[in-house]
């Protein structure tokens, strides 16, 4: 049946473009969160290939594409042989495509911007690389507006311009291995000239989020250096032992620039996906340039050859009295629930204190620490101790023990400002309606990271379920129009008889919709636009007025439990579109509040520089005995955005000990 209304020509939920957790590996290739994808990586660097073919599908209307892509939108650190390579190459696929009478189209749509793509990763690494789109059939035969159009044509012209990839590779060797060669050589030429040496990056409290920052580079064969001594630069102080240095001199030196560097100047304004990736703004990482040949090599200690996992201990041995850990470890939360599920009882200290451990170390603890009292538990002394030992050396954190309850500064451990916390029993709607995309996300730093299980569920289940097993609900963006009144009913009942919501995005508008919260959106600035432009520019003028994905800069209340684990209230945060929350007129129920002059990086329409400026980004509401926390951007995006992670892991561990 070719009607393309038949059910074969459409796919149920979540479609089948994605992974296991949902991700969409086509935009993994600067992340490599995914282990698909960090083989990809590995083998591409083992071969350096010549020639990188992406082979993709499109909407079944149109034709095929192969790239250049917009002329106007590449990206600058794309060196222009590699441009003229690219357009060299298309003239062998539309050759072998003419002697057939296939339709093709260049230049359009698709661009060269985001290294993160498989066709534009092999650019910034020496390879021509280069997009196929064919349209899909998506099924056996299916009626298009060019004819009925069949499974066998779609898998022809994939061969077609694999073979004519390869006669140019053929025919073009000599050029394309003086290009590989070349694009090294001037990389490490350019750093010469260069007023920034070196990237400095470490966080003094944070080993797991510095090893996939470590990890990440070490993937994409960066040279990184051992710090070999404390120093202070651009007011920050980065440690020996917890900082690294990655030179620019190096082969790699147009990568270090995009993982790096912040992005504000623009040729054009119209993206075909994101805009800005800069790594140390994902991951909230301490970072500074290196602006000085002397600094650089006085600071430059010994080659990092391996990445190694942060190794986690309990110092201190066996307790009488207590075990401690600090909530600024990437990997806490998986500490905390491994114990949580193991039945332990487990506090959280809401003020700072200072105290020594078993070993007499002294030792700062900050908001957030996490406390498991010897006397409290159910088991012996020795039982619990292996457990402690097995949840720090499984998480790689440092738990300190320590034999009193007395501090030298501040709470003690007695205090009734150490509040009990439960564990989480996670339930996620998912299914139609659901962006896959953030739930996938959601169930991947769940499940691969803090080992935390989550039920997910169809959204209009709720209409017919006992929701009561479960303490924590989690609404990413969704319409929710399958939840009826029964259902609602259910989970207005449950949020108020304790329960605590985790919304994200859209999720948010049905809430308030619904008076489960109340939000007040704020309206985007009126625009002011010429009584005629041209018909011909409609799709970039609308595109060119969102936000594609770009970096902006927030404030953190560090002592609210939504703030544990940071030490600096400044805090970076991904904003992909233009919705914007009022802060609440309760000043104690924004944690997350975006400053002044909040823009950093990636592409903003320049009347809109401004609407995120002093605007909510987290808000908590109650209802009843529940609480619901209120995300208005995705704060775990593509898995990559470690720096906002422990923000929803906040909200998911602490969310009900919020005061209502």
């Not at 538990?377 to 790689?396: F, N, P, R, T």
């Not at 500064?409 to 009734?416: D, K, P, Q």
Request: glycine share 8%; charged share 20%; aromatic share 12%.
């Amino acid at each position: 049946n070719t009607d393309p209304e038949n059910i074969e020509f459409n796919e149920p939920w979540p479609n089948s473009r994605t992974n296991h957790y949902w991700f969409d590996l086509n935009r993994d290739w600067l992340a490599v969160q995914d282990p698909g994808s960090y083989g990809r990586v590995r083998e591409f660097h083992k071969w350096k290939p010549n020639i990188f073919n992406d082979h993709h599908e499109m909407g079944t209307n149109a034709t095929f594409f192969f790239q250049p892509g917009p002329p106007g939108r590449v990206n600058p650190l794309i060196t222009k042989e590699t441009e003229k390579l690219v357009s060299e190459i298309a003239t062998y696929h539309s050759k072998a495509f003419d002697e057939i009478g296939q339709l093709y189209f260049s230049g359009e749509i698709f661009d060269d911007f985001n290294f993160g793509m498989g066709y534009t990763y092999p650019d910034l690494n020496g390879s021509i690389g280069i997009l196929f789109e064919q349209a899909s059939t998506r099924g056996h035969r299916v009626e298009t507006i060019h004819g009925i159009k069949d499974f066998s044509e779609t898998i022809r012209n994939q061969v077609i311009v694999s073979l004519s990839s390869i006669k140019a590779g053929v025919d073009m060797r000599e050029k394309l291995l003086n290009h590989l060669r070349l694009f090294y050589t001037t990389a490490m030429e350019r750093a010469n000239n260069e007023n920034i040496k070196a990237w400095i990056f470490g966080d003094p409290f944070d080993r797991g989020k510095n090893y996939h920052f470590l990890d990440i580079l070490h993937t994409h064969n960066i040279e990184v250096f051992e710090l070999n001594q404390t120093t202070d630069i651009d007011g920050k102080t980065f440690t020996k032992g917890s900082s690294w240095i990655v030179p620019l001199k190096q082969p790699q030196n147009r990568l270090i620039h995009t993982l790096f560097e912040k992005v504000v100047d623009f040729s054009d304004s119209t993206f075909y996906d994101i805009s800005t990736w800069t790594k140390p703004l994902t991951f909230n990482m301490p970072c500074s340039a290196v602006g000085s040949a002397n600094i650089l090599n006085s600071l430059l200690g010994t080659k990092i050859e391996k990445v190694e996992k942060p190794v986690g201990e309990v110092r201190g041995g066996l307790s009488k009295t207590a075990y401690l850990f600090q909530w600024d470890e990437y990997y806490a939360p998986k500490a905390l629930y491994s114990l949580q599920n193991k039945g332990l009882r487990t506090k959280v200290a809401t003020l700072p204190f200072t105290m020594n451990n078993s070993l007499g170390e002294r030792v700062e603890f900050n908001y957030g620490t996490i406390m498991i009292h010897v006397g409290s538990q159910e088991c012996d002394e020795d039982e619990l101790y292996i457990m402690v030992e097995k949840a720090a050396k499984e998480s790689g954190i440092v738990i300190h023990s320590v034999e009193t309850a007395n501090s030298t500064e501040g709470i003690t451990l007695g205090s009734n400002n150490f509040a009990s916390l439960t564990k989480p029993e996670i339930l996620m709607f998912i299914g139609p309606g659901a962006s896959f995309r953030e739930t996938g996300e959601i169930w991947h730093l769940l499940d691969q990271r803090y080992r935390v299980p989550v039920t997910k569920v169809n959204i209009s289940s709720i209409n017919n379920m006992d929701i009561n097993r479960y303490n924590t609900i989690i609404m990413a963006s969704a319409s929710y129009t399958g939840i009826n009144e029964k259902g609602k009913e259910t989970l207005s009942n449950w949020v108020s008889n304790g329960g605590t919501i985790v919304a994200i995005g859209g999720a948010n508008r049905w809430l308030n919709n619904n008076e489960f919260i109340t939000i007040e959106y704020n309206a985007l600035p009126e625009r002011k636009d010429s009584v005629l432009l041209p018909y011909r520019m409609r799709e970039q003028y609308r595109r060119a007025r969102g936000i594609s994905g770009s970096i902006f800069q927030a404030k953190l209340d560090v002592t609210h439990p939504l703030g544990y684990g940071y030490r600096n209230e400044l805090v970076p945060y991904f904003i992909l579109g233009t919705t914007t929350y009022k802060p609440s007129g309760n000043p104690f129920a924004n944690p997350l509040v975006y400053t002044n002059n909040s823009y950093m990086s990636g592409y903003v329409w320049e009347p809109y520089k401004h609407i995120v400026d002093n605007t909510a980004e987290i808000l908590i509401n109650s209802k009843g005995n529940g609480t619901i926390v209120s995300f208005a951007h995705n704060p775990n995006f593509r898995g990559f955005w470690f720096g906002t992670n422990k923000l929803f892991a906040n909200a998911i561990f602490f969310g009900p000990i919020i005061d209502r």
